[in-house]
Each structure stands twice: as C-alpha cells, then as structure tokens.
C-alpha cells in the first residue's frame, strides 16, 4: 500500500479547517496538518501577487489519492487552486496500516 501527501494552500485558516475536517470524515483522508501561515508569491491573471495564505498536508492512501483531490478542487474557492500529490517513497509501517485502515470505506 503507497501512501500519499497532498499538499494544497488556502486564503484561509477557516476554509482549510472546514475542508480538512470533511476530507477526513469521507474517509478520503486519515489526517491532515494545517500550516497556518505562510506567504506566497505568484503572477496570477499578468498582476504579481504577495499573500498571506496557508496550507495543509492531506496524508492519505493511494486509493484515494484522486478522489480527495478532486473532491479539494470542487470544494475550493480559488479558481486554480494549487492541489499537488506525492508519493511517499518509505514510512513506517504501522503508520502505513493506519492510513489504510482509515481511508477504507
């Protein structure tokens, strides 16, 4: 079983709780970790932008990988949200079997 992180930023620390908590109770998520502050910096739309922002890590399994992103970008209120997913090439194993055990339907 390959486990995955997704990472994803958010123009609030509300909006990412509310997802987080969803994308956990549909099991497409056995975690996430909130980063409350950052900064970004970024051209959107021809106009460069500097923004306090912040981002959360989606630990999750392979199976559900796709799922937990797209239901991220249907949920999300950016227009392009940045939802990226990587693999995590070695973890501990019974941290393995809990993210298996959690994201099971």
Not at 2 to 18: D, N, P
């Amino acid at each position: 079983m390959k486990v995955y992180f997704i990472y994803v930023t958010f123009g609030s620390l509300k909006e990412a709780q509310r997802l987080g908590g969803k994308l956990v109770k549909n099991k497409l998520a056995a975690c996430t970790n909130i980063i409350p502050t950052i900064y970004s910096t970024y051209v959107w739309k021809k106009k460069t932008m500097m923004d306090k922002e912040c981002s959360m890590i989606v630990k999750t399994s392979q199976s559900k990988v796709k799922k937990a992103m797209q239901f991220i970008t249907n949920e999300h209120s950016y227009e392009c949200p940045a939802v990226s997913a990587f693999p995590i090439k070695s973890a501990h194993i019974e941290f393995k079997k809990w993210i298996e055990e959690q994201t099971k339907s």
